[in-house]
């Protein structure tokens, strides 16, 4: 036990100074390659924009407040002032009633700055009425330069409305197939198979109903979605299919290399969808007043009160380890239904941030965003929260001090 520990140990070590390396953790490589960024922001930030006067830039956010938003944006607007003499103010849409009252805040010409777009909320209706203001080739070059040369062409391209851009995209491609959070021990409670396909996911529900009354099995998304995601396992995804408009019932299989066009609705497959959701509802499934509440699905999921719920990847991921975290005697694990499906990463207006068309401070709001996309302190911070931010900080410092052989040493032999 002891030799497995210490190679565990050595191997977290050995990624850790690669890690801390390829981030610029003192090495000459790491040096060089910040250096162009560095100056270019340093350009934007003197030569084409004045920032000697202090701004409040307003941002609206979808989703709860984070447990710790308020000591983690203190750390962040620190260093946004130092680095372009501003501060974020956010407000957040919860997640019950976001559908509602997005778009009435650009409706009404609300004063902030910055807003979170992306196609699946409207961000191309919301353009066209005028809510985002227009983002030339020459504000994004001049106030965003790091992100101006590193995001790839395609990405601008998809982004465009009528041949004008609204929003600068995520620099990160998101997922857009749905997997399912569950309780493992629930499932491992009554002995039920590994969750893998519709079939053992109904056997699952089933069994938290009948045996679990205090819990309801499965909670879709609050709002107007309701099933949407769980649709996109079922119809979607298990079919291979895709959908050009999410809000329209047509789709496309992904293996056909015309492309046809069909109704949804009108195939066999959305049939055996609506008989597969009959017996779930009969099996008391989901809560009898699902259309109306406005809970948060993922909050109930922590707090014990349902043992299913569905999204992406990346949000399931992060709301797992926070569980795992914050409540250890739940045991959760994740559940693709269609592990034989295709896979498919978003287009580029899945995750995006859009300047409100009445901002006072359009250029600084581009500055930020810059500095979002590229700085890895500020990335650190917002991933990660202090408490690894100032540890990996520490380290790189150490490296930089000892250099990563002797730091490993010296880590090893501590441990050791």
């Not at 601008?156 to 997997?179: C, H, I, R």
């Not at 205090?214 to 298990?238: C, M, S, Y």
Request: glycine share 6%; hydrophobic share 35%; charged share 25%.
């Amino acid at each position: 036990m002891q030799k497995k520990s210490k190679r565990a140990m050595l191997a977290f070590v050995l990624i850790m100074v690669m890690i801390l390396n390829a981030c610029g953790g003192g090495n000459k490589g790491g040096e060089e390659t910040a250096k162009p960024a560095d100056s270019k922001q340093t350009a934007a930030q003197d030569e084409n924009s004045d920032t000697s006067n202090e701004v409040k830039l307003k941002m609206i956010f979808l989703g709860p407040k984070p447990v710790d938003y308020d000591q983690v944006y203190a750390e962040i607007n620190k260093k946004l002032k130092q680095k372009i003499n501003a501060t974020i103010e956010a407000e957040f849409l919860d997640w019950s009633d976001w559908a509602q009252k997005y778009p009435l805040k650009l409706a009404a010409n609300e004063d902030f700055d910055l807003i979170y777009s992306a196609n699946w909320a409207g961000y191309s209706d919301q353009a066209l009425k005028g809510g985002f203001l227009e983002l030339t080739d020459q504000m994004l070059s001049t106030y965003m330069p790091m992100t101006w040369k590193a995001m790839p062409k395609e990405s601008w391209e998809q982004a465009k409305v009528n041949g004008k851009l609204y929003m600068v995209p995520s620099n990160k491609g998101g997922f857009v197939e749905k997997l399912i959070l569950y309780r493992e021990d629930l499932r491992k409670k009554y002995g039920l198979p590994e969750i893998n396909s519709p079939e053992t996911f109904a056997e699952y529900i089933k069994a938290i109903a009948k045996n679990e009354p205090g819990i309801i099995p499965f909670t879709p998304e609050a709002g107007d979605w309701k099933l949407h995601n769980l649709d996109r396992i079922l119809v979607k995804q298990k079919n291979d299919w895709n959908m050009p408009d999410l809000d329209l019932p047509l789709a496309f299989k992904i293996t056909d290399g015309k492309g046809q066009i069909f109704n949804i609705y009108q195939t066999p497959e959305f049939k055996e969808l609506l008989a597969y959701y009959k017996d779930l509802a009969d099996n008391n499934a989901w809560s009898k007043n699902v259309l109306n509440s406005k809970n948060d699905h993922m909050q109930d999921f922590k707090d014990g009160k349902t043992a299913t719920v569905t999204q992406n990847l990346d949000t399931l991921g992060a709301k797992m380890a926070e569980i795992r975290r914050d409540k250890p005697e739940y045991e959760v694990a994740l559940a693709d239904l269609t592990p034989n499906s295709k896979k498919s990463v978003a287009v580029s207006t899945q995750n995006g941030t859009s300047i409100h068309a009445t901002s006072k401070n359009p250029e600084r709001a581009l500055m930020f965003i810059d500095l979002v996309q590229n700085d890895k302190e500020l990335h650190d911070l917002i991933m990660h929260g202090i408490s690894r931010h100032a540890l990996r900080t520490r380290w790189r410092r150490q490296i930089q001090i000892n250099g990563p052989k002797r730091e490993l040493c010296r880590l090893l032999q501590m441990e050791l």
